[in-house]
């Protein structure tokens, strides 16, 4: 299945995509949460579809995309996964995974915008697989890491990189500010991916092609990452692991190349989807 979440900004129905047409399947109950990953929602959800085939009600067309989850209780991003993006940016490859957190706030849409955050200076973009937990895991075995996973998604890992790396703390200073992380356009159980370990991902701005990777070149492949996170914290049903993120980042670039207001980015994996995010600047809106 293909889950969508759609509507107005927090007020977001639940939906599928089937034949590439958006359903609403919000007389289903819910939304797609911790509580519905934890219940087997997504079991209970594909019976409901298909009880109802025929009678679903297409989303009004123009609709926007939100978060095809909901707020998880953590979005977790492991750094330098990729050899060439490790490379790019002077870094020695990890002996183990890098592992920060992203503010579950900075979640948005697919097709919402970037807003370069007040006093930024280096704001980047990242195309990245994201990985949704199923269920609730803690000290999972690598064998037994797909398991605990309910599905697939595409997410933009957007960076400030002079809050990241040059304001004496942790990365997370530079990834969770507000719209640092648009998600989906849509979420894609793990049958609808043949092979996780050898799929496309690129971005561009404005039309010019900046990344263009491939998992195959995962440095710590989905099942470890799974593994390795759980013996550090506890996921829950719905939490959102985002894998890394392959060579063509601005920081990369000599000189540096960063996002401005104007600018227009599109990303996509394989089997994922395409989302658009238009750049603007940060505007103090009136109480």
Known sequence: MKLIRWGAEGKEKTGVIINDIWYDT?????????????????????????ANEGKLIPVPEGSRLGSPVARPSKLICIGLNYADHAKET???LPPEPVIFMKSTTALTGPF??????????????????????????????????????????????????????????TWDKGKGCDT??????????????????????????NGKIMQDGNTSNFIFNVPFVISYVSQF??????????????AGVGLGFKPP???????????????LGVSRQEVFDYVKLAD
């Not at 092979?195 to 561009?204: A, E, G, I």
Request: hydrophobic share 40%.
């Open 112 to 169: 919402d915008q970037i807003t370069i955050p007040k006093n930024s200076v280096k704001t980047d973009w990242e195309v990245e697989l994201a990985v949704v937990i199923s269920k609730k895991a803690s000290y999972v075995e690598e064998a037994d890491a797909l398991n605990y996973v309910a599905g697939y998604v595409l997410h933009n890992d957007v960076s400030e990189r002079e809050f990241q790396i040059e304001r004496n703390g």
């Open 180 to 205: 640092f992380a648009p998600l989906g356009p849509f979420l894609a159980t793990q049958d609808e991916i043949k092979d996780v370990d050898n799929l496309r991902l690129w971005l561009s701005v």
């Open 257 to 271: 190349v960063y996002l401005k207001a104007g600018d227009v980015v599109e990303l996509g994996i394989d089997g």
């Open 90 to 92: 002077n870094a020695p």
């Open 26 to 50: 919000s007389a289903f109950g819910g939304d797609y949460n911790e509580q519905f990953f934890e219940d087997n929602g997504l079991e209970r959800l594909a019976e409901f579809v298909k």
């Open 233 to 246: 914290m506890t996921l829950l049903p719905g939490d959102v692991i985002s894998t890394g993120t392959p």
